[in-house]
């Protein structure tokens, strides 16, 4: 039977990227002046202060490697149809999980602590990670597979690619092109790894402990660099769609609302029938059916995104063409989602990289949900493209 613990254990100690935990082996400074991008392009009534310290690890690093000896890998999994992945690094009497805003949310987290490994691992592993989520999986995760091949040989060849579970979102990206991004590099799944019987169940959660001898780990990955690793695998996709362009189809007013399969947008049916019928705006719910090579053939036919909060906006960031503009929904007011490290992160963050071409939908009524809310078209925002201002 899997063990179950008590809950009477101290507080574990969480750090942060820029905590050091092993020896950094490459990092590489922001190219470019990201402070005064954030500066010219945030909306006007916005402090750009508390927003550049929010995402000042974004602005600043592109990212950090760190070789790691003797570490522990606490693997969470969670019971049910979610099949939700966590990962904590412990070492060094500190445990690292990533953004530290994320942590207070986990209530296992005395546990970690007192968990024995049920097994260890002695030949080098470069830990790539997983997650049944299509954000997460693409942007999160894939980007660190993408930059181990960027880099080349600071990371032993002979070095496995370490992740949860393959999942389909995984397979797709690699199905796409998998030469490319994994320059034949294997994978070693923690989920075949250890004994059930030395793992820990809480509240739902299954966690189990993983030694690893030498581990090789992206302690932080900006989201510029996420994209821009995202945008150059895929780009060869797009020599393989056709050129409207050339045609003589004009795209400029060419919009596609991305909606949601869900109910987050509390009134998203009547939205969608009114951008259709008023403004000749495409309404898609199916991108999520559709391969990599299919996405990015059917979003070149438009220039301008309306996209909803989620994870239905990262399809445009990385698949629609690079002089495309994006109105964003955003599920409370840009003001008050800097109040909250937690919202800004959620809303904010994978638009980093795409303010100069983003102009954000702030709702008209808020839902009972945490990111449930109603838009109006009557305070839609113009589209912003590089070389006009444009009315939808």
């Known amino acids: ?128 990670g997983s997650r049944p989520n ?5 942007v999160d995760f894939l980007p660190s597979l993408l930059l181990r ?19 389909s979102i995984l397979e797709q990206a690699l199905t796409y092109d998998r030469s490319k991004i994994t320059s034949g590099g294997q994978f070693l799944e923690l989920s075949h790894l250890g004994e059930s019987r030395n793992s820990l169940t809480w509240n739902g959660w299954n966690i189990k402990c993983i030694h690893f001898r030498e581990l090789y780990l992206v302690r932080h990955l900006s989201v510029f660099k996420a994209f821009t690793l995202l945008r150059d695998t895929f780009a060869n996709g797009l020599d393989k769609v056709q050129d409207l362009e050339s045609t003589g189809q004009d795209l400029t ?13 509390l009134n998203q049916k009547q939205l969608s029938y009114d951008l259709s019928r008023y403004y000749s705006v495409t309404v898609s719910k ?7 090579l299919d996405k990015l053939q059917y979003l070149a ?23 495309s503009s994006f109105i964003q929904m955003i599920p409370r007011e840009f003001t008050s989602l800097l109040e909250s490290p937690f919202h800004s992160f959620a809303a904010l963050r994978y638009n980093l990289p795409f303010l100069h071409r983003t102009v954000f939908w702030e709702p008209s009524s808020l839902g009972t949900g945490i990111n449930s809310a ?13 070389n006009n201002v444009i009315e939808l």
């Open 253 to 265: 007013h060419r919009a596609i609302f991305l909606a949601r399969s869900d109910n987050r947008i």
């Open 1 to 128: 039977m899997p063990t179950t613990l008590s809950s009477n254990k101290p507080m574990a100690r969480i750090v942060g990227a820029t905590k050091s935990l092993g020896r950094y082996i490459a990092w590489e400074p922001s190219c470019c002046d990201r402070k005064q991008y954030i500066h010219n392009h945030l909306p006007q009534h916005v402090d750009r202060n508390p927003f550049i310290k929010t995402f000042k690890e974004d602005i600043e690093v592109d990212y950090i490697i760190e070789k790691l000896q003797d570490v522990e890998i606490l693997y969470i999994t969670a019971h049910g149809r979610t099949g939700d992945e966590l990962y904590y690094f412990r070492i060094n009497d500190c445990l690292y999980h990533g953004q530290k805003i994320w942590s207070k949310w986990h209530s296992f987290l005395h546990l970690l602590p007192e968990l024995k490994p049920s097994r260890s691992i002695e030949h080098p592993c470069f830990f790539v």
């Open 374 to 386: 109603s838009w109006s078209l009557n305070n839609i925002p113009p589209i912003v493209n590089p």
């Open 149 to 167: 091949n960027e880099i080349g040989e600071v990371i032993p060849l002979t070095a496995t690619n370490l992740i949860g579970c393959h999942n």
């Open 286 to 292: 199916q991108l999520s059916t559709l391969s990599i």
């Open 301 to 323: 036919n438009f220039q301008s995104f309306i996209l909803p909060p989620g994870s239905e906006n990262i399809n445009a960031f990385f698949l629609a063409n690079h002089d």
């Open 134 to 138: 299509y954000t997460h999986q693409m």
